[in-house]
C-alpha cells in the first residue's frame, strides 16, 4: 500500500469551508485517507512525506468547459496530434479533471493511452436540431467524427442520448441558439424537444449543458430542464432569467477568459510579446501571427478573416466587456458559478486558467468561492462531485501544493509546486 502525509501550512478543502492552518493530509492509494492536526501520531507508517509546511494545498482544479483537441489560434481543429501536449500542459497547469464538451468520439479512449493526463470526462457529441448551431462553421468532417449530431423527434433524441451513454459519456452537451454569428435566425429546438432531451438525460442520471451564446435563448433552457448554462451572453442578459436560474438553482459557466484573452492577445500583439510569446506553439505560431495582422487591418465594423467567429471586430469586443456584466449582475443576486474555460481557442490555452479566476474575483466573487468554483462546483455540472473537487476522506487524491497563498492574491493559483492525481505525483518542481 502507498501511503504519505502532506503536511499543510494551509489547507483549503474546496468546500468553502475557512482554511485548516497545520494540518496534516495522509493519502493512501489514490484516496484522502484522513486529514488531522499536525502533532498526532507519528508519520513511521508511511512511505514518505509532502513537506508544505509554508505553502497551500488545495484541491486539483476542474475545468468544467474545455475541448481537450483544440489547438490554440484563431481557428478550432480536431487535430490527434495535438492531443497528448493538450492533455500534459493540462495536468502541468494544476487542472486534475476537466469536462471536455465537444470533441471526436476518439476522446473516450484517451483515458488507455500511456500519457500524463488529468481526468478527462466528456460529452462527445453536441446534440442540436436538423440545421442547428453549430451548422453555421460545422465541417462535415466534425459530424463524421461524432463531434456533432442533428437529431429531430422525440425517438431521435432519446436514441442519441442512449448511444452517448454506451459511449461512457459523463454529461450531455446541447445548444440553445437562435441566432447566428451574423445576426439572422437559425434552426433551434421546440420545448417538447428540448424537454425531451433533458428529460432522456436525466433518467439516466445524467446532467445537460447547454451552450448559449445571446440573451434571448436563455429563458427556453431555463424553463426545460438544463443543468448548466454555459457562455455568459454577448448581450445584455434579463433579469428575469438571472433570477430564474438563482431560484432554481441552475449553475452558470460563464468562460469570461475566453473572450478578453482573445481580443487582448490580438489586440495587444501578444505573439510578438517575449513574456507570452514561449506559450505559443510552434504548430499554430504562423497562423496567430497572421490572423494578428489581420486584426489590426480590420476596421471595427468589418469581421476579421481566418476565425470562425462571423462577428465583427468592435462587436467582439464589446462581447467580451458585456459577457463580464452579466456575471457581475449573476453574482451580486447569489448564483452558482462554476469554472470553465472553453479552452482552446485564441490566447486560451491548456495551461493553469489563472485568467478565468482573476475574472470571477473581478465580477465580485470571494476568493474562497472563485476556488470552490473551480473545484467542487465544477465537478458537479457533470455529477462527479462525490469523487472529485474537495479534500475529504474517501474521495480522489488530486490534490495541488501552490508556493503562495490564493486567498490573499488569486493569481498565486499559478505558482504550482506540486500537483498530485490520484495519490501519485504527477509534478514536482521542489526535485
Not at 237 to 245: C, N
Amino acid at each position: 500500500m502507498n501511503r504519505y502525509v502532506i503536511h499543510c501550512g494551509t489547507l483549503i478543502d474546496g468546500t468553502g469551508a475557512p482554511p485548516v492552518k497545520n494540518a496534516r493530509l495522509i493519502v493512501e492509494n489514490d484516496k484522502i485517507a484522513r486529514i488531522e492536526k499536525e502533532g498526532g501520531n507519528g508519520i513511521d507508517e508511511f512511505s514518505g512525506d509532502v513537506d508544505a509546511r509554508t505553502k497551500t494545498v488545495m484541491p486539483g482544479l476542474i475545468d468544467s468547459h474545455k475541448h481537450i483537441f483544440n489547438n490554440g489560434g484563431p481557428t478550432i481543429s480536431l487535430l490527434l496530434s495535438t492531443v497528448k501536449r493538450n492533455a500534459k500542459d493540462t495536468i502541468m497547469g494544476g487542472v486534475t479533471s476537466c469536462l471536455d464538451l465537444g470533441s471526436a468520439s476518439t476522446i473516450r479512449f484517451l483515458q488507455k493511452l500511456p500519457i500524463l493526463q488529468p481526468r478527462i470526462f466528456y460529452a462527445i457529441s453536441i446534440l442540436t436540431c436538423k440545421g442547428g448551431y453549430p451548422a453555421e462553421y460545422f465541417p462535415k468532417l466534425f459530424y463524421l467524427v461524432g463531434a456533432g449530431k442533428e437529431v429531430a423527434t422525440k425517438e431521435e433524441i432519446r436514441k442519441a442520448v442512449r448511444k452517448l451513454v454506451k459511449r461512457g459519456v459523463s454529461a450531455i452537451k446541447t445548444v440553445n441558439v437562435s441566432r447566428t454569428f451574423t445576426g439572422s435566425a437559425c434552426p433551434t429546438w421546440t420545448d417538447t424537444q428540448l424537454t425531451t432531451l433533458t428529460d432522456a438525460a436525466h433518467s439516466h442520471g445524467l446532467k445537460v449543458c447547454s451552450h448559449i451564446t445571446y440573451p434571448e435563448d436563455y429563458a427556453q433552457a431555463i424553463r426545460c430542464g438544463v443543468d448548466s448554462l454555459h457562455h455568459a451572453a454577448f448581450e445584455a442578459m434579463k433579469e428575469e432569467d438571472l433570477d430564474a436560474m438563482v431560484e432554481k438553482g441552475i449553475t452558470f459557466v460563464p468562460t469570461l477568459s475566453l473572450f478578453d484573452l482573445f481580443v487582448r492577445g490580438f489586440e495587444e500583439r501578444w505573439c510578438v510579446n517575449p513574456a507570452f510569446n514561449p506559450s505559443i506553439h510552434k504548430s499554430i505560431s504562423k497562423a496567430i501571427r497572421e490572423f494578428t495582422e489581420n486584426w489590426h487591418n480590420t476596421p471595427d465594423d468589418k469581421v476579421v478573416e481566418g476565425t470562425f467567429i462571423k462577428i465583427p471586430k468592435g462587436e467582439l469586443k464589446k462581447a467580451a466587456a458585456m459577457q463580464i456584466k452579466n456575471l457581475k449582475a449573476f453574482v451580486k443576486k447569489g448564483g452558482v458559478v462554476a469554472m470553465g474555460t472553453d479552452a482552446s481557442l485564441g490566447f486560451s490555452f491548456h495551461t493553469t486558467p489563472v485568467r478565468e479566476l482573476e475574472l470571477m474575483e473581478a465580477c465580485g466573487m470571494s476568493r474562497m468561492n472563485v476556488i470552490k468554483a473551480s473545484t467542487l462546483t465544477a465537478a458537479s455540472v457533470f455529477g462527479k462531485e462525490h469523487e472529485i473537487g474537495s479534500l475529504e476522506p474517501g474521495k480522489y487524491a488530486d490534490i495541488l501544493v501552490i508556493n503562495g497563498d490564493p486567498l490573499s492574491n488569486i493569481s498565486d493559483i499559478k505558482k504550482i509546486e506540486t500537483v498530485i492525481k490520484g495519490g501519485n505525483i504527477v509534478k514536482d518542481a521542489t526535485q
